[in-house]
């Protein structure tokens, strides 16, 4: 264990030997990079033993194309046990650790909840010792950075690499080729379905790159192995042909580009050569990676089953199910139908997807084009599987279109998703209520011939990182009556419940809550430049910008308070309404709503008669890092999505563990939250998801409008007031969006809506009984950690335990 001598030593070691930097010369960001590696420097020894430990175990291997992990450097030192010292150490070399803090780069690799889901379950295969390994992508520009211009965002690129990354060892010696282009042909043409030989193609170097994943104070480490592109050192076959050095160099540098950029969420039926790129070179590196490290290992090719399971986080990783059979059959001499049952046994498949327009699909021809041999190897997959459900009495046509997974039409598409489902031996849904959606709205006709493969498994968060780690005042709280076992056995929290009501509990709770809104305060007055005053309700919505989220909702809610007050009226206690979120760039609709929000607090925080009553902030640029300023001082969630199209937000459980009230819609995994903690215990509102589809598009918006006196008011105050902001016609597609169409029926739950505030203003008034809710709550939200979800996944569908 790291003493305070020691730390100083290796800081200075480190230094000097690895930046060749003294403390005259070193910059802030040297100092961090010092103190970075002397802290890697204490789990290197864990890392290599654990990896050592694993030979020979069952392993289980994650695939996923977005990985959010945050900052590490905080996360690590608590997971090891020396932060207090760390934290000595630091201040005695004159060293500020707030601004060492910032100095760590966020590791923002993703898109979406999967991205940060992803991170969560990492952690809680660490902490428990679970025999595994994860595969992504070493995008060289990761989430964008965005920023905002007279109210709309605008977007950066975010090399987050230029400075170099403390955490990564690049692993060389174990790099992959990947291919694509050129032809395919059978070895022997009266062996149609293999073994082929794919010629003339294109080679791609996937070069690996480790990132440690250190679970909690048990001297574990797994990996997270991130593979970048690289341009094979032969020239394409066609040089012969010019002889031109410099274009040939040119071209070659194209195979580079690869993981260049992380792709924004947008309409995955847009064909692109790069993202069919990026989804193939990734599947194919790790499947390369996994058969080397099961061989090198002394195993045979035939117990590659009974030694390995991969986990697809999304459709995204679906071309891994056809490389692993091109790589049974073509490299390793395996009967198809052998190494289809393997296949099959192998893998798993999580889905979030809440529609069946949205799930991943791409043109036949373009797969022929880019993977001549992955295409064929699908074509056969696909022959084989419906000449089996023929077998079984399935002459329907329908029936076999609508299992095919190739979609007909002007273009033929194959559907990715149901390629993961046919060669996957479980699909799971991330929350009860998206379970059924997947099999009845998303993969019906798959559930029907395979209903043994879907399962719910309800998302969680990881309590170590989203209360341990980003809430020390509250976890000191917490482990005062209970002790910390709840550190490591997240149901201990149970025992919360019992000092709910204690006065000494209860008046540490709001000196925690009060200390955490302050440093958000400081923060949103550094960062942002907005002032906020503490005592206010913390009204918090931040998560992806999407009109399914519903933002839109929550803007209206302010625009309905703030006539209220400028009509005279008081309301019940002062709120800061506090949002946060990016939209998609290609997304305008998204983009709109973030204008809206910034013209709504443009509106509230210029009127002086309203702005100590009420106050509206956007933080541009959200990150984890904001986050874990947010979910602890926020006093209300907002997680109000439209009820069907939400398959398993977890910022709800993040603000709930640290004791912030909630206001849900009743969809995803509000409805996990609603039935632990309790109906009386959320502030429930809406329609459900059944009696939203039960609508069958006779719901009228227009005629809502016209019965809502508050709706008509708030609607004339945008149509008067957009005319008279620079750029406010913007907006205008939005605003025609909620009158006309209101898809995700914001106009239609507004009501219940505003009641529910209400209820929330009575409560919030009465400060014990809003406390001892709180406590309440946190006592119930163990079974939302990842360590439950992980341990359901290891011993019912891993079998790694």
Known sequence: MMDYKYLQNTYVRYLRNFLVKDEMTATVYDKFMALAYAVRSEFVDHWINTQRGYIGKRRIYILSMEYTLGKSLYNNMVNLGIEEVFTEAVGSLGISVKELFERDDEFDLGNSGKARAVACILESMATLGLPSMAYGLRYDYGQFRQEIRNGAQVEFPN?????????????????????????????DPSKPLGPHVWKNAEEVCAVPYD????????????????????????????????????RACDEKSQSGRITKVLFPDEDVRRAHDLRIRQQYFLVSAVVQDIIRRHK????????????????????????????????????????????????????????????????????????TQLLPRIMQVIFDINLEHLDLIRARGGHDVDVLRNLSLIEEGEVKRIRFADMAVLGSNSVSGVSTAHTEILKNYIFPNYNKQYPEKFYCKPSGVSHRRWLYCANRPLSALISRPIGDGWVRRPEELSKLEAYAANPDI???????????????????????????????????????????????????????????????????????????????????????????????????????????????????NFSVGWAEELVTAADLSEQISMAAFEPAGTFNMKFAFNGAQTIASRGGSNLELIKRLGEENVFVFGKTAEELMALNGSYNPGKLLNESESLREIFAMLDSHLQTVPGGHAVYPLISSLKDSDRNYALLDFADYINKQEAVDVLFKDKEAWGSKCLKNISKMGWFSTDRLVRDFAAGIWKII
């Not at 056809?322 to 192998?346: C, F, Y």
């Not at 979120?581 to 929000?597: E, M, N, Y």
Request: hydrophobic share 40%; charged share 20%; aromatic share 8%.
């Open 211 to 246: 990132i440690p994943i250190v679970g909690y104070r048990n001297e574990v480490v797994n990996t997270l192995r991130l593979w970048s592109a690289r341009a094979n050192e032969a020239f394409l076959p066609d040089y012969q042909n010019h002889n031109d050095y410099v």
């Open 506 to 620: 209860l008046k540490g709770f709001g000196n925690v809550k009060n200390r955490a809104k302050s440093e958000l305060c400081a923060a949103l007055r550094e960062k942002v430049g907005t002032a906020l005053d503490p005592a206010m309700l913390f009204d918090v919505n931040c998560r992806p910008i999407h009109t399914s989220k519903r933002q839109v909702l929550h803007v209206l809610y302010v625009l309905h308070c703030y006539l209220k007050i400028k009509k005279g009226g008081n309301p019940a206690c002062r709120r800061a309404h506090i949002f946060a979120g990016k939209a998609s760039p290609s997304d305008f609709l998204a983009k709109q709503i973030i204008l809206l929000i910034n013209i709504a607090a443009d509106i509230v925080n210029g009127d002086a008669a309203v702005r100590e009553q009420m106050r509206v902030v956007f933080i541009p």
């Open 296 to 367: 090198q290992n002394g195993n045979n090719i035939a117990d590659l089953g009974a030694k390995t399971a991969i986990h697809l986080n999304g459709s995204r990783c679906a071309l891994a199910i056809p490389e692993m059979m091109r790589l049974l059959v073509d490299h390793e001499g395996m009967e198809w139908n052998e190494a289809w049952k393997m296949t099959q046994s192998i893998f798993s498949y999580s889905s979030s997807a809440v529609q069946r327009e949205h799930v991943e699909m791409w043109p036949v021809y373009k797969i």
């Open 159 to 187: 090399d987050w690499l230029h400075k170099g990354h403390p955490w990564e060892i690049v692993r060389p010696e174990y790099e992959s080729i990947v291919k694509f282009s050129g032809e395919s042909s059978p070895v």
